[in-house]
């Protein structure tokens, strides 16, 4: 199947990136939020951007003003009839997700892929909402999708070995280095990742180290590019805790959230996105 048109849903910082990339590799799209307002605040990150590439002189004007020529904004999903494939890219909620798909299958052509951006839920109870479960297929892009390399090919229980073969194609179009993966809680990335950030929390709440510690510690001992703490802070505390919290309830004790992650998150310390988590944001 030839991918030319990709919807992505929802316009935050995952679905932005991913149809930067998405746009990038020549593809049309359309990017798609509850509100034209949310959209176009997606388009106007992926232009500040791109206008960034353009002034440090990693892009041509001629291009930037190309891609963004190939992306249109839109509210309701509609807008996503005639895609080949469609990036959810909404809030890790199963229930959201479900009744997003559902709605997606009623509306889209038959052939359509459907792909999840999940970090954790699984793919085949995903899979089940809609009448299209062998072309489903989860697609975990790193945060951030425009720069990040690995792409998580999530295959779920139905899922066809056409629909994986064209998703790492599509992949590779846009840059990414796809690593195909079973479906199983987690998966591989956030599985490893976010055991490992759970236990810097630990550390910081039983008085291991200091917050400075512990982050220079990973950084410098295992060559980590953010520590532990920064990086929770970047991903989102709520993000961190509720994926989690399907892996402790997935996969039993080691994956218990932190009390002091959770005691966060009620206390709105969300982070970059709140302006305070394990540091102070402007």
Same mark, same amino acid.
């Given at each position: *199947? $030839?991918? /030319?048109?990709?919807?992505?849903?929802?316009?935050?910082? *995952?679905?932005?990136?991913?149809?930067?990339?998405?746009?990038?590799?020549?593809?049309?799209?359309?990017?798609?939020?509850?509100?034209? @307002?949310?959209?176009?605040?997606?388009?106007?990150?992926?232009?500040?951007?791109?206008?960034? !590439?353009?002034?440090?002189?990693?892009?041509?004007?001629?291009?930037? %003003?190309?891609?963004? =020529? /190939?992306? &249109?904004?839109?509210?309701? &999903?509609?807008?996503?009839?005639?895609?080949?494939?469609? #990036?959810?890219?909404?809030?890790?909620?199963?229930?959201?997700? %479900?009744?997003?798909?559902?709605?997606?299958?009623?509306?889209?052509?038959?052939?359509?892929?459907? =792909?999840?951006?999940?970090?954790?839920?699984?793919?085949?109870?995903?899979? +089940?909402?809609?009448?299209?479960?062998?072309?489903? #297929?989860?697609?975990?892009?790193?945060?951030?999708?425009?720069? *990040?390399?690995?792409?998580?090919?999530?295959?779920?229980?139905?899922?066809? @070995?056409?629909?994986? $073969?064209?998703?790492?194609?599509?992949?590779?179009?846009?840059?990414?280095?796809?690593?195909?993966? $079973?479906?199983?809680?987690?998966?591989?990335?956030?599985?490893?990742?976010?055991?490992?950030? $759970?236990?810097?929390?630990?550390?910081?709440?039983?008085?291991?180290?200091? +917050?400075?510690?512990?982050?220079? #510690? !990973?950084?410098?001992?295992?060559?980590?590019? !953010?520590?532990?703490?920064?990086?929770?802070?970047?991903?989102?505390?709520?993000?961190?805790?509720?994926?989690?919290?399907?892996?402790?309830? @997935? &996969?039993?004790? %080691?994956?218990?959230?932190?009390?002091?992650?959770?005691?966060?998150?009620?206390?709105?310390?969300?982070? /970059?996105?709140?302006?305070?988590?394990?540091?102070?944001?402007?």
């Amino acid at each position: *199947m $030839n991918i /030319r048109k990709i919807a992505v849903i929802g316009a935050g910082t *995952m679905g932005s990136g991913i149809a930067q990339v998405a746009a990038q590799s020549n593809h049309e799209v359309v990017l798609e939020d509850v509100k034209k @307002e949310l959209a176009e605040a997606g388009l106007e990150k992926i232009r500040k951007r791109l206008e960034k !590439m353009a002034s440090d002189g990693r892009m041509e004007t001629n291009e930037k %003003k190309s891609i963004l =020529a /190939r992306i &249109l904004t839109a509210a309701g &999903l509609d807008s996503c009839r005639e895609a080949d494939l469609v #990036i959810e890219a909404a809030a890790e909620k199963e229930e959201v997700k %479900k009744e997003l798909f559902q709605e997606l299958d009623r509306l889209c052509r038959k052939e359509t892929i459907f =792909a999840t951006n999940t970090s954790a839920i699984s793919i085949t109870r995903l899979a +089940r909402a809609t009448e299209r479960p062998a072309q489903f #297929i989860g697609m975990h892009f790193m945060n951030p999708a425009h720069k *990040m390399k690995l792409l998580e090919v999530v295959r779920g229980l139905v899922t066809s @070995e056409e629909t994986v $073969n064209v998703i790492a194609a599509v992949a590779e179009k846009m840059g990414k280095t796809p690593v195909v993966v $079973n479906d199983y809680p987690g998966f591989v990335a956030s599985r490893l990742i976010m055991h490992g950030l $759970n236990d810097a929390i630990f550390c910081l709440q039983e008085g291991v180290a200091s +917050r400075d510690g512990i982050d220079t #510690i !990973m950084k410098l001992g295992a060559n980590h590019p !953010m520590g532990p703490l920064e990086l929770a802070d970047f991903i989102g505390l709520d993000i961190c805790l509720a994926t989690l919290d399907l892996l402790h309830a @997935e &996969l039993g004790g %080691k994956y218990r959230p932190c009390p002091l992650l959770r005691k966060m998150v009620e206390g709105g310390k969300l982070g /970059r996105k709140s302006g305070e988590g394990f540091y102070a944001y402007r």
